[in-house]
């Protein structure tokens, strides 16, 4: 039995922030094998992210979002694709 793009993009995020277990790690790739939206959603969640980090380097502030502020961007993406 397979997840929902709903239950990807959570592991999505959570699998970023290194709280993903070895079985939810299983079922991200086998719907990620599947799914070319989840597929590209990860790739521009995995850019998003790395834009961030690289800002926050050369600023020399670190930034973090919040979970709303994830979920405003989430939400965002999802009505857009």
Known sequence: MGITCK???DYISKKE???L???QQY???RHLSICYLCKRFK????LMINSFKHHA???AIEQHLNLEEKQV??????EHY
Do not use: P
């Open 17 to 19: 922030e290194g709280k």
């Open 21 to 23: 277990t070895f079985i």
């Open 7 to 9: 239950t990807a993009v």
């Open 73 to 78: 961007i989430i939400k965002t993406l999802k």
């Open 57 to 59: 380097q050369s600023s």
């Open 43 to 46: 790739i521009q969640n995995k």
């Open 27 to 29: 079922h991200l790739w």
